[in-house]
């Protein structure tokens, strides 16, 4: 439902907000791209009177759990404006459940920076997540970043929050 001028200001919307965080992160939506590896299927995009206040886009994808593939959401591209951090924003996680019902999926789940730790920490306090630390998550990155090769990338060093909706 997306047309391009709403492209255009996710754009600069994650550019701002995924830039502080290192300058690599905010180039990737340089040219109006709205999304980073795959398109999210679904976005939750709060608005106020100054644009864009926070998104969290969503996405089913099989994942492997130990030897079973499992298809689940993956929640995404989540972002606040800075001057509304703190402010309760985080909700947004929580409007995304009844989709998720919906959708029929096990569980959804998102990586996060442990600099992040104590933002997450809060959806744990609530009962919303689990949070686990020391999970290995290895994604390919096939076309997302043109200057890096089509590779395997390990990350030990993530936060992997999970949601359970069905188990």
Known sequence: ELQLPDHLELSEFFRKTYEPTGAFNGKQFAGGRSWAGARPELRVIGRDVHGIAAHLGLLRRYIKVGDVDLLVAELGLYGVRPDLEGLGIAHSISVMYPVLQQLG?????????????????????????????????????????PDLPSTTRVDDDVLLIVLPIGR
Do not use: C, E, M
């Not at 998102?110 to 020391?134: E, P, S």
């Open 105 to 145: 999926v096990p569980f959804a789940f998102g990586t996060v920076r442990q600099a992040l730790r104590n933002h997450v920490g809060r959806f744990r306090r609530k009962g919303l997540a689990n949070i686990l630390t020391g999970v290995r998550v290895r994604s390919t990155l096939p076309d997302v970043y």
